[in-house]
């Protein structure tokens, strides 16, 4: 069975730092680019942050560019997400997402294949 599960959230004070992280399995992910979203109380889901299949590549939102950073590690099925500078502002439950959007990675394209969806990780930025 395909799980998705994110873990690291918590509490930490503006101007902080926290990594969270995120292990899949039941499915190849080493094809799949994998995103970061997050969504605070009240608002609509965001993209945070993407990365391609080989981690060769990376995409941020504006508001979180220059501090922010992704990365993954395919022998492990893992990625994660630097998160530096933090803000209250950034208060939110960040989620994981392996995305089936047609791509290509290499030499290789993928036609539409079913996203996949963690249940979410808390992290709160208060003083």
């Known amino acids: 069975q395909v799980q998705v599960v994110e873990s690291g959230g918590g509490l930490v004070q503006p101007g902080g730092s926290l990594r969270i992280s995120c292990v899949a399995s039941?499915?190849?992910?080493?094809?799949?680019?994998m995103s970061w979203y997050r969504q605070a109380p009240w608002k609509e889901r965001e993209l945070v942050a993407g990365?391609?299949?080989?981690?060769?590549?990376?995409n941020y939102a504006d508001s979180m560019r220059d501090r922010f950073t992704i990365s993954r590690d395919n022998n492990k099925s893992m990625v994660y997400l630097q998160m530096d500078s933090l803000k209250i502002e950034d208060t939110a439950v960040y989620y994981c997402?392996?995305?089936?959007?047609?791509?290509?990675?290499?030499?290789?394209?993928?036609?539409?294949?079913?996203?996949?969806w963690g249940q979410g990780t808390q992290v709160t930025v208060s003083s």
């Open positions: 039941g499915f190849t992910f080493r094809t799949y680019p």
């Open positions: 997402k392996a995305d089936g959007s047609p791509h290509c990675s290499g030499s290789v394209c993928y036609g539409r294949r079913q996203d996949y």
């Open positions: 990365i391609s299949s080989n981690g060769g590549r990376s």
